[in-house]
């Protein structure tokens, strides 16, 4: 067994089918992606690229099939501005697709390069860049099948990442894989397979698609390769869902006035919120661009774009394609009939590799924080180094109970509280185990937390009961107009409740059955091993749940923002299941560091936990005493009837309320089992939010300050 690994792990050259994989270069959602050579006759030999489907989902009939029409559909495309196909096939149940191999890179890792090199685009060389690709959408929108029927195909995933530019200076379309031809039998709203910052206003809102969209994401392209700024990206997946629905483009062209207006002009066009607004097609898109360069006086060609990608990449440009020796890959793989270095031991052996389940090492490993992800799926090991963002982690408990996987953020949230002991048994493969206080970087970000937490001002703390938990949000939301954080804590579970301004903005929790996984499994909108295969394959460091999520067709677009919410909500809910607990509250608090889109009205979510989450007999003890006390309705109060949002049999309790005096007159007066409930629940939120209060005589303590 290896005892340390380092950073980054070599590829080793490996066999797949006729094919030898020299490098890999690339990970996707679905596939991962090799630099491959395959060999013919008289020493012939083609570089290319093998894009294999990744083993967990070799094994699921939705993504095989997505991955057979991408093959399909991608080899009727001929074209200089699109990546080639030459084969599909499987090899041991493993798909794959062998294309062309373009040596260059694709528009991200360019346009990464010219940020940290602090060059810009010239602005006629990224029209010049942008017009290819319009010739390919131009192009696969037009191609008909091999009965000369037209395709129609649309992209869907227009994103820099899918763009190649070649050392030579050609442009190139990749990655068909989410493209659908509109005669396909699949009609009405589409899954969405693209990233969440190149979708379009109707790809978010869920709506058919045609080629404009397409338009808009290509839009989005030419803004961010200019500006090398991104143009919708918010801080969390709801919020760039939002700002591509509203596609604001004038705010954010007043911040770029190096854009020339004619440019600006090709932008507002391309990004129109309506598609009807927007280029009828790429060809449209693509004469705008020629007729701007004309009226300039720019000839932008392929000669151009190749001497800037040099600049850029001076040591790769120059790198030969194959830098690897063939033979000496052979020799390493020990292929049949490959030739054996002089001086070679002769050995029958095969190295041994452990295959023994490890349950628990003698002594605790450890899981070192590294700023980058190792570049190979690794053996267990006693000390391997892990990147927390391209990790995921499991837990077990003293029974043996597995749970997970959880990024690491989730276990710094779950430790900082608590909620899991140091001691506890963690892995990264559900192998081989150790004490959680073992990773590396989870001690100090807890440790930067508490400082930044501890900073803040401390408000007051009290204790958290069903019968209190109305009123307390009530107070901090319409009286105190809080801006700050009420700390919530029973047992080893920890919850933050975020306001600004009375509002509130974000809800977390350290309860490992609220993480946003788990909800959605619970709530039924993916399964179990829908979960496993995205947080199995998508651990890259800006991974994100919910963008996986909707980039694999999980989760439509415009369901991710209703499910962030409700998520949100069962987290507060939950709060006022509570029996006993204790709550703190702190002025601003994490609120600089939480970004949130939403900003809730709490008094909707209050009549909501007043109506089904706190136990009935919490309310029943404490309107015991007040069951024959006359109920008066407040005068000027700070929330009205309208804001509960109460169902049609509420607003009927309320409508009795008035007509008679007491809880059990009016009980009376709706005659049902039901209606003793229902009066119960409505005439405790509406004396919680001091819309209603009772008549005391003198003597008689206040109900609110009862509780």
């Known amino acids: 067994m290896v005892d340390q690994v380092t950073q980054q792990t070599q590829f080793k050259p490996r066999q797949f089918g006729k094919y030898l994989l020299l490098e890999r270069i690339g990970v996707g959602g679905m ?103 319009c010739k390919a959408l131009s192009y696969a929108y037009n191609a008909r099948d091999p009965r000369g029927n037209p395709l129609r195909i649309i992209h869907r995933d227009v994103s820099p990442s899918n763009i190649i530019i ?23 709203p589409a899954l969405l397979k693209g990233k969440l910052g190149y979708m379009s206003p109707e790809q978010v809102t869920g709506k058919e698609l045609d080629h404009r969209s397409d338009i808009f994401s290509l839009g989005i392209v030419l803004f961010e390769c200019i500006t090398l700024k991104r143009l919708f990206l918010g801080r969390t997946d709801l919020q760039t869902l ?21 440019v600006a002009n090709i932008l507002r066009k391309a990004l129109a919120r309506e598609k009807e607004n927007r280029y009828e097609n790429a060809q449209a898109f693509l004469k705008d661009i020629e007729d701007y360069l004309y009226q300039e006086r720019k000839r932008p060609s392929s000669q151009d774009l190749q001497a800037f990608m040099h600049d850029l990449f001076p040591e790769e440009a120059e790198a030969e394609i194959l830098p690897l020796d063939i033979e000496e890959a052979e020799v390493g793989l020990g292929l049949p009939g490959a030739p054996k ?59 043996g109970n597995r749970f997970g996987p959880l990024t690491f953020a989730n276990l710094l949230n779950l430790v900082k509280s608590h909620a899991v002991r140091e001691d506890e048994l963690c892995s990264t493969d559900g192998e081989t185990w150790t004490q959680v206080k073992e990773v590396t970087g989870l001690k100090p970000s807890i440790e930067e937390e508490v400082r930044i937490f501890e900073g803040r001002k401390f408000l007051g703390d009290g204790v958290i009961s069903p019968e209190r938990c109305v009123y307390l949000f009530y107070d901090l939301s319409r009286k105190k107009r809080l801006t700050g954080v009420v700390v919530c804590r029973k047992g080893g579970i920890e919850k933050e409740v975020g306001f600004k301004g009375g509002r509130i903005k974000y809800v977390t929790s350290t309860a490992r059955e609220e993480l946003f996984g788990e909800f959605l499994v619970r709530s039924g909108a993916i399964t179990r091993e829908q979960l496993e295969q995205v947080l199995g394959t998508g651990l890259r460091p800006d991974f994100k749940l919910g963008d996986a999520l909707v980039a694999s067709g999980m989760i439509k677009p415009h369901v991710l923002p209703s499910l962030l919410e409700r998520h949100l909500c069962e987290r507060f809910w939950d709060i006022f299941k509570w029996e006993r607990g204790w709550y703190g509250i702190y002025e601003q ?59 049609p049999k509420e607003a009927r309790v309320v409508s009795l309320l008035e007509t008679t005096e007491t809880i059990a007159e009016t009980i009376k007066a709706l005659k049902s089992k039901e209606g003793e409930e229902l009066v119960q629940r409505i005439a405790f939120l509406l004396l919680q939010t001091e819309i209603y209060h009772f008549k005391l005589t003198r003597g008689e303590k206040d109900f609110i300050r009862t509780r």
């Open 166 to 188: 070649s050392f030579e200076g050609n442009v190139k379309v990749t990655d068909f894989g989410v493209a659908k031809a509109q005669t396909s039998k699949e009609k009405g």
């Open 242 to 262: 939002i700002n591509i629905k509203e596609a604001d483009l004038e705010k954010r062209l007043l911040r770029h006035p190096e854009i020339p207006e004619g």
């Open 589 to 647: 608090g994490l609120l600089e560091f939480v970004e949130s889109p939403f900003e809730l009205d709490p008094i909707p979510l209050l009549a909501e936990a007043a109506r089904s989450y706190i136990p009935l007999h919490s309310i029943t003890a404490l309107l015991a005493d007040y069951w024959n006390k006359p109920l008066i309705k407040a005068e000027n109060p700070r929330v009205s009837i309208s804001e509960l949002r109460l169902k």
């Open 341 to 399: 270095p002089e001086g070679a031991a002769q050995s029958s052996e095969v190295p041994r590799v452990s295959t023994g389940e490890v349950k628990r090492v003698e002594r605790p490993a450890s899981i070192q924080v590294v700023e980058k992800p190792v570049a190979e799926e690794l053996p267990p090991t006693r000390q391997a180094r892990i990147s927390p963002q391209a990790t995921r982690f499991y837990l077990q408990d003293s029974k």
């Open 31 to 133: 596939a991962e992606i090799f630099k491959a050579v395959a060999k013919g006759a008289e020493d012939f030999k083609k570089v290319l690229v093998i894009k294999r489907i990744l083993l967990p989902y070799s094994k699921d009939p939705k993504f095989v099939s997505m991955f057979i029409e991408e093959a399909k559909m991608c080899a009727s495309l001929q074209h200089p501005n699109i990546v080639t196909i030459y084969e599909f096939d499987q090899i041991e149940g493993q798909y794959y697709i062998a294309m062309e191999y373009v040596h260059g890179k694709d528009l991200q890792k360019t346009m990464a390069r010219a940020n940290r090199m602090q060059r810009r685009f010239p602005i006629d060389l990224t029209l010049y860049l942008v017009g290819e690709v």
